[in-house]
């Protein structure tokens, strides 16, 4: 059974940074995209960012191009979303997603940014 858990949240003001971190437990052999999807405060779940297994293939929502980064690490079985330059609107309940059929959810992290 495929396991994550984020890490990193909290809340900070418009402008500066943080780095999500979410760690995967998940038998050795298999091959999955990572993705990072976030929950606004009265909107449904939205995708973040995407990566694929080599890292070859990423996929940022519009939103976000050009201020997040994300990156994996498939030796220690992490994926990161480092988050610069954030706005009020960034502000919801950031879930790691790993598509590893079937797909397996984190329990959600909040980050908060105040204006």
């Known amino acids: 059974q495929v396991q994550l858990v984020e890490s990193g949240g909290g809340s900070v003001q418009a402008g500066e940074s943080l780095r999500l971190s979410c760690a995967v437990s998940e038998r050795p052999g298999r091959v999955y995209d990572l993705g990072w999807y976030r929950r606004a405060p009265g909107k449904e779940r939205e995708v973040v960012s995407i990566?694929?297994?080599?890292?070859?293939?990423?996929i940022y929502a519009d939103a976000v191009k050009g201020r997040f980064t994300v990156s994996r690490d498939n030796t220690k079985k992490t994926v990161t979303l480092q988050m610069n330059r954030l706005k009020a609107e960034d502000t919801a309940i950031y879930y790691c997603?790993?598509?590893?059929?079937?797909?397996?959810w984190g329990p959600g992290i909040q980050v908060t940014v105040s204006s």
């Open positions: 997603y790993a598509d590893t059929q079937p797909g397996a």
């Open positions: 990566i694929s297994w080599t890292g070859d293939r990423v």
